[in-house]
């Protein structure tokens, strides 16, 4: 079993709309959350980290559900710019970080 | 946060040749830094994790005498892919652990491996 699953997407969705991703992870004993964002053939770049209490930075919020085992990112009043592949990363020990195949995210105008 | 570079950002090599690639931090100094593979509509992937001044720690089905990794100083990791074939070609991607409690990882640009 993977240790970090997201839906591939793509999630098509116009300018101004809401969306939601969720990731799944395996490993119980995780204990730190984060989504990354990458564009077409570049490096990720940290988004936001997930907090157990959930938290927000501007038009993102990150959530934290440890019972059932995944996290999730809510994008509001999207913008063509925050097209991109968001990828879900999870980590025990700050040694490894485990990254999820990422969710493609289409913002039309 | 901490600015990673690497070098190359692309290369093209013949089957069987060797490549290098270079993963500095600029600003910052790395007692570990980690190589990372994505090949196409792929997740990332941990190659290993290279620790200064001694023996990279190298993931389950990752080659070591494949993937050569030398971490010689605070700033300088390299990856060097021995005996390139085409199924190596693939985005190699560094990163170094920083922030608070190493929460965060800053990553390189990524060098992007075509073998022919």
């Known amino acids: 079993r993977k240790e970090v699953e997201q839906d591939p997407g793509p999630f098509n969705v116009p300018e101004g709309a809401t969306v939601a991703f969720n990731c799944t992870y395996s490993?119980?004993?995780?204990?730190?959350f984060f989504w990354y964002r990458q564009d077409c053939r570049k490096e990720p770049k940290l988004l936001m980290s997930?907090?157990?209490s959930g938290n927000e930075d501007g038009r993102f919020t990150a959530q934290l559900n440890r019972a059932s085992q995944y996290i999730s990112l809510l994008i509001r009043d999207s913008k063509l710019s925050d097209s991109a592949t968001y990828l879900c990363?999870?980590?025990?020990?700050?040694?490894?970080?485990?990254f999820g195949s990422g969710t493609k995210l289409n913002v039309k105008p | 946060g901490a600015v990673v570079s690497q070098h190359p950002s692309w290369v093209i090599c013949k089957s069987g040749t060797s490549v290098k690639i270079e993963c500095r931090s600029l600003?910052?100094?790395?007692?570990?830094m980690f190589w990372y593979r994505q090949f196409p509509k792929q997740s990332l992937m941990l190659m290993a994790t290279?620790?200064?001044?001694?023996?990279?720690?190298?993931e389950q089905g990752v080659e070591k005498d494949k993937f050569l990794i030398n971490h010689a100083s605070l700033t300088l990791s390299t990856l060097t892919v021995t005996s390139a074939h085409p199924e190596d070609s693939s985005f190699y991607i560094c990163?170094?652990?920083?922030?608070?409690?190493?929460?965060?990882?800053?990553f390189g640009p990524g060098t992007r491996l075509t073998v022919t």
């Open positions: 600003d910052f100094q790395a007692t570990t």
């Open positions: 990363v999870v980590s025990r020990n700050f040694n490894k970080f485990y």
């Open positions: 990163s170094v652990p920083g922030g608070e409690q190493d929460y965060e990882q800053y």
């Open positions: 290279s620790n200064e001044g001694s023996k990279a720690t190298y």
């Open positions: 490993n119980s004993a995780s204990q730190s």
């Open positions: 997930v907090y157990s």
